[in-house]
């Protein structure tokens, strides 16, 4: 499908590579499944790493890896957003966090949901509450993430 002639749009399911600027070892999202801008719902997999920086000594994935993971699908998100109003991705940082909790945890190697939902659209900022499940549906983490995007 395309929007903009010099533009193509992904077909859902479809990879982060092409979505995100992050690369391995720092892309820890897999593929965006699912885009719903009506609902403002979207669906990001994973896998969670079994080594590297993002796991503790105890083989438990760290905190801060679900904040990444969260920031990254809503980059995502945000990217094929972009790609479907015919608009090449832009350049975007990571300016707040707010109510992440962690009541699970997260174990290296778990395949993960990431659910988005894209609570608040302002020019360059974006406000998305991010929650991932593991394959049990078990809730691992949550919170919400803010935005800025350049054009």
Known sequence: MKINENIPVPALPC???????????????ERLVKRDRLANFSLV?????????FVGQDGAVLPEYFIELVAQAM??????????????????????????SWPGRGEAGQKLRVEIVK??????????AGTVFNKRGELLAGGEI??????
């Open 15 to 29: 990879a982060a590579v092409g979505l995100v600027p992050q690369r391995p070892p720092m892309l820890v999202i």
């Open 119 to 128: 609570n608040f659209d302002f020019g360059p900022v974006s406000v998305m």
């Open 146 to 151: 803010k935005a800025w995007e350049e054009k």
């Open 75 to 100: 980059a995502a998100v945000n990217s094929f957003d972009g790609l479907v109003d015919g608009e090449k991705p832009g350049r975007g940082l990571l300016v707040g966090i707010e109510n992440f």
């Open 45 to 53: 997999e994973a896998t969670a790493p079994t080594e590297g920086f």
